[in-house]
């Protein structure tokens, strides 16, 4: 029989959210969502090179996490899924879609296209082309934050990062290690594990001996969450314990998302792995939808305003969109800049 693993369901209360923290997640989520259609379009039209891998049905978990954080002071280290992360942790819209077009005012200057967003000003540490590469450097950044603390008595030094990669990656030896030295030296981190089910064609259930990964927290002594990653709220819910614990200097969390992405792998997979009736069960799910639904439930907007948002936020991707088509490329005679950090 179909059968389909999901979190218990959290019981968001009348006031989980105020009315403009509700507006902040909703927009936050369609930007996400809009940005990568557009994205979607851009590349059938021969406009963006690469793999180029979207993160439509996933946005809850992004904005649930970067957005309990600091924005400009906390880290984000993200994976070659890295658009929407990008945008919570606020690089502008227009940075991130001209990066992906190759052009020199993208956030990484055109040197990295899709999978390699990097901003220092916002504190994105990177997405990363590897499976499990952004683990250590997250961990390498929260070190940090507990170095400058403790050792050279920074009283600000509270920052706190949150790592994210997928369920194949939860199968890397990187996130073993990276857990037992986190819990050993009590990191301010947040590894937030998006299991969509597949890691490219590969089944969750089928890669795993343990498919619910936030169970593996425990052999280190970690505290382990599972939460709805299609529920905002939820996520939020999680993601703040977590970054409470971290900030007081209790250590790390392991946050298991239960998410699906409604596009294939990346825009170049055809889709065919995964079943009719599974893409159902989890489009009927969808975040902004469930949102939108608890707010006008509970009187914190209504149908326009929300539509409002929408429109405005197609405004920004539509401007994104044509700041990256006139901006320039990178000069040839710039092909070796950057190579090294003096060159910054
Ligand atoms: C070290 C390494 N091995 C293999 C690959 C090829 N590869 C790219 S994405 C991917 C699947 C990863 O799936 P998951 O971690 O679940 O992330 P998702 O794509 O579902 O977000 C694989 C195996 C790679 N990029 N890096
Ligand atoms: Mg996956």
Known sequence: MFQERTAPVYQASATEVTKEEGLMLY???????????????????????GFVHLYNGQEAVSTGVIRAMRRDEDYVSSTYRDHVHALSAGVPAREVM????GKATGCSK??????????????LLGGYAFVAEGIPVAMGAAFRSKYCRETMSDENADQVTACFF???????????ECLNMS?????????????????????????????????????????????????????????????ARARAGEGPTLIEALTYRFRGHSLADPDEMRSKEEKEFWHARDPIKRLADHLITYGLASEEELKAIDQRIQGVIDDSLEFATTSPEPDASELYRFIFAEDV
């Open 183 to 243: 819990v050993l030296w009590k990191l301010p981190i947040l590894y937030v594990v998006e299991n969509n089910k597949w890691a490219i064609g590969m089944s969750h259930e089928r890669a795993t001996s343990v498919p619910e990964i936030y169970k593996k927290a425990s052999a280190f002594g970690m505290h382990g969450v599972e939460v709805d990653g299609m529920d905002v709220l939820a996520v939020r819910a999680a993601a703040k314990e977590a970054i």
């Open 27 to 49: 927009e936050d989520m369609v930007l996400g969502r809009l940005f990568e259609d557009k994205c979607a379009e851009m590349y059938y039209r021969g406009k963006m090179f």
């Open 110 to 123: 055109g040197r990295g296209g899709s999978m390699h967003l990097f901003s220092a000003e916002h504190r």
């Open 166 to 176: 997928g369920d194949g990656a939860a199968n890397n030896g990187q996130f073993f």
């Open 98 to 101: 001209a990066e992906l077009f």
